[in-house]
């Protein structure tokens, strides 16, 4: 499958890395940072993976909008150095006047992708949920108010958002944000690709067609990783788990294993068809330069 065109730049001392004939397409997500070295850091991580060619770079948006200058600065700041760039964007507690202000800031700033989400409320929040209760909602809007001017990315979760009644209902909601208007899709990260294909199946079954991109956190931490697949409802299979506790504090090891378990995940995705990978670097290059060497 052959790389889509990416216009992304790339640094002084970046070796390109061939992809064009081994991967799908890739896009990489990056944090704000909250401090001049975090920005610093993160400029060099980027001139680092820009060598992969990526379709696009996200970039985080913290509860209730709590990061949304921060993102919009790494947004800027990737849009200036040559490649696309995806704010994400939550609409839960916000007012069609604000949504729409910032919508024309985006189109005003040569922002042409979004990741709209719902997002969750800040804590210790304690207003009204403003005038959009779901991520469908949003999506309907930036489409009745912009047509197609953005390229609207949203979640989908294979193996059900943590806060969803059941399955069925979790599919639901994922169509209705398809229908609304969704140009495509990026899932929670994922150990499982057949709960991926079963997901992408049952979707196309009630007429969401578009294209959804399989999540993929590399690993490097053995608590770090199981405590966020827990708090995000991602299963990791017991063997996962069981061998990277069994490591105890063998980064090395862990480092190998994870390479290892997420390379045969993506050759699996990439054998059965996925449109693209979504990495999720956690601002770091070397895990995800690793894995895209060892696919290559």
Not at 63 to 71: I, L, N, R, V, Y
Not at 160 to 177: C, E, G, N, T
Request: charged share 20%.
């Amino acid at each position: 499958m052959a790389i889509r065109n990416s216009s992304c730049g790339h640094g002084p001392h970046d070796k390109e890395v061939d992809v064009s004939k081994t991967v799908p397409p890739i896009s990489l997500e990056f944090f704000p940072p909250k401090t001049p070295e975090g920005v610093a850091k993160l400029a060099a991580v980027r001139q680092q993976l820009y060598a992969l060619k990526p379709q696009f770079c996200s970039v985080t948006y913290g509860a209730g909008g709590s990061t949304q200058d921060g993102t919009f600065a790494a947004v800027r700041a990737i849009l200036d150095e040559g490649c696309e760039a995806a704010p994400h964007f939550s609409c839960i507690g916000a007012s069609r006047e604000s949504i729409r202000a910032r919508l024309a800031q985006f189109s005003e700033h040569g922002i042409r992708r979004i990741v709209a989400l719902r997002g969750d409320l800040p804590s210790g929040y304690g207003g009204s949920n403003g005038e959009f209760r779901y991520a469908s909602d949003l999506v309907a809007f930036i489409r009745a108010e912009t047509g197609d001017r953005f390229h609207i990315e949203v979640a989908a979760y294979p193996e059900m958002h943590p806060q969803s009644r059941s399955p069925q209902a979790d599919l639901q909601a994922y169509v209705a944000k398809a229908k609304a208007g969704a140009s495509s899709a990026i899932t929670q990260m994922l150990f499982n690709a057949d709960a991926y294909f079963r997901f992408v199946d049952e979707a196309h079954a009630l007429g969401a067609a578009i294209p959804v991109v399989p999540g993929i956190m590399p690993i490097t931490n053995a608590n770090g990783i199981i405590r966020f697949a827990d708090s995000c409802g991602a299963d990791m299979p017991r063997w996962i788990r069981l061998r990277l506790q069994g490591f105890g504090d063998d980064t090395d090891s862990i480092r190998a294993f994870g390479l290892d378990v997420i390379s045969t995940l993506c050759e699996q995705l990439r054998a059965g068809g996925a449109p693209g990978l979504h990495f999720y670097t956690m601002n770091q290059s070397t895990a995800t330069l690793d894995l895209m060497r060892r696919l290559g």
